[in-house]
């Protein structure tokens, strides 16, 4: 009895083992990444075509690129996609992440009401554009989550010479503390101006009056960048998996699947691994 | 609307709706084993600390979710005490997060009901020669229904939560995704006819658990 009881134990641990071998074969990783290239589809449409033809599932947790690279950091990320140059190279600079390739790009737009109480329709000057919605008090929403958008738009403040805030006195100004979607439907339900990276606003749909005011400035170019992480800070993590869909996401195949991916007839990113823009 | 009944006939949406029911169901049956033993013991026993302790499971109703997300997601991070377990961004990740939101909810429901029933039979149970632990059983019986409504408030917890376990899951496509964390992802992404749709299916569904939990258990239908 007891000798039946114990093979059958090294049976089950068996093809236990066995299990969590083949669990090994049959990859996953984590991928940190932008709420931007979720939000517009971007990965869910390019993803699987990877999947299908390594067998290594990405399981992609969406935050704002300041909370991406936080949970990289941390080690809960095996690979991370994220679009804020600045942050990058903090995060580089901290040891914890290793080579950066850029992967696509497009740009960043302020839009707002079609009524355009600040007059800044038709612009393509960024900083003289929120310097109107300043002096026009016109209500403006800010990301306010250290998103790689939020970044930008503190940015843009910092050359229109005034960071506005509530405490200052700038009710106008709608600090919301969330992803872009959320900005999308603040500005949209109130009326209000907010920056936006194309993707998302392109796949937005509760624009309701909202329309594309300034764009075509160079200052709101948008580069994602993929960062393999550091193999002396982040040993644990399953960086060949992660290497591999680095080195997918760089390659023409992948390049192509990124500039094949449009929403409504247009184009939403422009690959751009073979010559950083 | 088009693209509500496409979501519904998708692989993925029934993906969704099974991790949900998934999720919810195993949190609470972690709930109900660990409250209710708590609950009714809080009500039959009398031992030093007893009193602090139901004022705390009670105070515990109110644990704010985004703050036990928070907590788990801390432990539960690869350079975390438990990273090594591997939980963070998993189901069962999640499950641990609603049944530690759950627990409170099912003891203290547990306990109010058995309080009563002890203060009415406890002394009649005592003088038929039971054991205050042979008792437990016969006041589970006799108090099913409100247990049932404990278990159910615990469930409409754990089903309608979304802020730990957007923390604690991720919010994975295909893997952590449930029904209220694909509500928030499809508000956000403007889809709000979708959004609205899918949050009436999440009821749908919660009315039918409740159904289906009342009509197994015996006892008058009040």
Request: charged fraction near 15%.
């Given at each position: 009895?007891?000798?039946?009881?114990?093979?059958?134990?090294?049976?089950?641990?068996?093809?236990?083992?066995?299990?969590?071998?083949?669990?090994a074969?049959?990859?996953?990783?984590?991928?940190?990444?932008?709420?931007?290239?979720?939000?517009?589809?971007?990965?869910?449409?390019i993803?699987?075509?990877?999947?299908?033809?390594?067998?290594?599932?990405v399981?992609?947790?969406?935050?704002?690129?300041?909370q991406?690279?936080?949970?990289a950091?941390?080690?809960?990320?095996?690979?991370?996609?994220?679009?804020?140059?600045?942050?990058?190279?903090?995060?580089i600079?901290?040891?914890?992440?290793?080579?950066?390739?850029?992967?696509?790009?497009?740009d960043?737009?302020?839009?707002?009401?079609?009524g355009?109480?600040?007059?800044?329709?038709?612009?393509?000057?960024?900083?003289?554009?929120l310097?109107?919605?300043?002096?026009?008090?016109?209500?403006?929403?800010?990301?306010?989550?250290?998103?790689?958008?939020d970044?930008?738009?503190?940015?843009?403040?910092?050359?229109?010479?005034?960071?506005?805030?509530?405490?200052?006195?700038?009710?106008?100004?709608?600090?919301?503390?969330?992803?872009?979607?959320?900005?999308?439907?603040?500005?949209?339900?109130?009326?209000?101006?907010?920056?936006?990276?194309?993707?998302?606003?392109l796949?937005?749909a509760?624009?309701?009056?909202?329309k594309?005011?300034?764009?075509g400035?160079p200052a709101?170019?948008?580069?994602?960048?993929?960062?393999?992480?550091?193999?002396?800070?982040?040993?644990?993590?399953?960086?060949?998996?992660?290497?591999?869909?680095?080195?997918?996401?760089?390659?023409?195949?992948?390049?192509?699947?990124?500039?094949?991916y449009?929403?409504?007839?247009?184009?939403?990113f422009?690959?751009?691994?073979?010559?950083?823009? | 609307?088009?693209?509500?009944?496409?979501t519904?006939?998708?692989?993925?949406?029934?993906?969704?709706?099974?991790?949900?029911?998934?999720?919810?169901?195993?949190?609470?049956?972690?709930?109900?084993?660990?409250?209710?033993?708590?609950?009714?013991?809080?009500?039959?026993?009398?031992?030093?600390?007893?009193?602090p302790?139901?004022?705390?499971?009670?105070?515990?109703?109110?644990?704010?979710?985004?703050?036990?997300?928070?907590?788990?997601?801390?432990?539960?991070?690869?350079?975390?005490?438990?990273?090594?377990?591997?939980l963070?961004?998993?189901?069962?990740?999640?499950?641990?997060?609603?049944?530690?939101l759950?627990t409170p909810?099912?003891?203290?429901?547990?306990?109010?009901?058995?309080?009563?029933?002890?203060?009415?039979?406890?002394g009649?149970?005592?003088?038929?020669?039971?054991?205050?632990?042979?008792?437990i059983?016969?006041?589970?019986?006799?108090?099913?229904?409100?247990?049932?409504?404990?278990?159910?408030?615990?469930?409409?917890?754990?089903?309608?939560e979304?802020?730990?376990?957007?923390?604690?899951g991720?919010n994975?496509?295909?893997?952590?995704?449930?029904?209220?964390?694909?509500?928030?992802?499809?508000?956000?992404?403007?889809?709000?006819?979708?959004?609205?749709?899918?949050?009436?299916?999440?009821?749908?569904?919660?009315?039918?658990?409740?159904?289906?939990a009342?009509?197994?258990?015996?006892?008058?239908?009040?």
């Amino acid at each position: 009895m007891m000798k039946v009881f114990r093979r059958s134990v090294v049976a089950l641990l068996a093809a236990e083992l066995a299990m969590a071998a083949h669990g090994a074969a049959a990859q996953s990783i984590v991928l940190a990444s932008t709420t931007s290239l979720q939000d517009s589809g971007l990965l869910a449409n390019i993803l699987p075509t990877f999947t299908t033809a390594t067998g290594i599932e990405v399981r992609v947790v969406a935050q704002g690129t300041g909370q991406a690279l936080a949970t990289a950091a941390r080690g809960d990320a095996d690979l991370v996609l994220v679009h804020d140059p600045e942050a990058e190279d903090k995060f580089i600079a901290e040891g914890h992440g290793g080579e950066r390739r850029q992967i696509a790009w497009n740009d960043f737009v302020i839009v707002g009401p079609a009524g355009d109480p600040a007059k800044v329709g038709g612009g393509h000057d960024a900083v003289a554009a929120l310097g109107s919605i300043e002096k026009a008090r016109a209500p403006f929403v800010s990301r306010g989550d250290k998103s790689g958008t939020d970044a930008l738009e503190k940015r843009l403040w910092r050359k229109v010479g005034r960071q506005p805030s509530l405490a200052g006195g700038d009710n106008w100004y709608k600090d919301i503390g969330g992803g872009m979607g959320a900005a999308l439907n603040a500005a949209s339900g109130m009326g209000a101006y907010t920056l936006s990276d194309r993707g998302t606003w392109l796949s937005f749909a509760n624009k309701a009056d909202l329309k594309v005011l300034v764009e075509g400035d160079p200052a709101l170019l948008n580069r994602y960048d993929v960062i393999l992480l550091d193999p002396k800070t982040h040993p644990n993590a399953k960086l060949e998996p992660a290497r591999r869909l680095r080195d997918w996401l760089v390659s023409a195949a992948g390049q192509a699947a990124i500039g094949a991916y449009t929403k409504q007839g247009q184009k939403l990113f422009n690959p751009s691994a073979a010559a950083p823009k | 609307m088009a693209d509500f009944w496409a979501t519904i006939e998708s692989g993925e949406f029934l993906r969704i709706v099974a991790l949900s029911l998934g999720v919810s169901l195993s949190a609470t049956s972690l709930a109900v084993l660990l409250g209710l033993p708590l609950g009714a013991a809080l009500a039959v026993f009398r031992f030093p600390g007893r009193r602090p302790l139901v004022v705390i499971v009670n105070a515990l109703l109110g644990l704010p979710p985004v703050v036990v997300g928070l907590v788990l997601y801390l432990l539960l991070s690869r350079s975390g005490p438990l990273g090594e377990l591997g939980l963070l961004f998993t189901p069962a990740g999640m499950v641990i997060a609603q049944a530690l939101l759950a627990t409170p909810i099912v003891a203290a429901l547990v306990h109010r009901a058995m309080a009563l029933l002890w203060a009415d039979y406890g002394g009649a149970l005592l003088v038929d020669g039971a054991t205050r632990w042979r008792a437990i059983p016969t006041l589970l019986v006799m108090g099913r229904l409100p247990v049932l409504t404990a278990a159910l408030a615990g469930f409409g917890r754990t089903i309608s939560e979304v802020g730990a376990i957007l923390v604690v899951g991720g919010n994975i496509a295909g893997y952590t995704r449930t029904m209220t964390t694909a509500i928030a992802l499809e508000t956000s992404k403007g889809n709000l006819a979708l959004a609205l749709g899918l949050g009436l299916v999440l009821i749908g569904i919660s009315v039918a658990v409740s159904a289906t939990a009342f009509a197994l258990t015996p006892g008058d239908k009040r």
